[in-house]
């Protein structure tokens, strides 16, 4: 059985950071791509980053680029979401998700098979 775990989430003040971990089990997790999604209240969901496990390569939205760091542990089967500098509009709820292939489009929820629970995290003013 697939299982993708979030955790990390929390509340922070402006300015801080957290850290997000997205512990994969129930399949081969290097031939996966993983990544990070997140809804806020009222809002559609947005991707934020994705990383293969293959070969590393990632993809950032232009919201998160220069503050938002995603990597893999494969060894451990998780997938980390380093976040700095973290504002007010990062509030959401973050999810993890799987895909088999490569996404074309990684924003895109269509493009992954398996999802997490979710994690909150809230950024106060």
């Known amino acids: 059985e697939v299982q993708l775990v979030e955790s990390g989430g929390g509340l922070v003040q402006a300015g801080g950071s957290l850290r997000l971990s997205c512990a994969a089990s129930g399949f081969t997790f290097d031939d996966y791509a993983i990544g990070w999604f997140r809804q806020a209240p009222g809002k559609e969901r947005e991707g934020v980053s994705c990383i293969s496990t293959s070969d590393g390569s990632t993809y950032y939205a232009d919201s998160v680029k220069g503050r938002f760091t995603i990597s893999s542990d494969n060894a451990k089967n998780t997938v980390y979401l380093q976040m700095n500098s973290l504002k007010p509009e990062d509030t959401a709820v973050y999810y993890c998700?799987?895909?088999?292939?490569?996404?074309?489009?990684?924003?895109?929820?269509?493009?992954?098979?398996?999802w997490g629970q979710g994690t909150q995290v809230t950024v106060s003013s």
């Open positions: 998700a799987a895909s088999l292939w490569s996404p074309q489009h990684p924003d895109r929820g269509y493009e992954y098979d398996y």
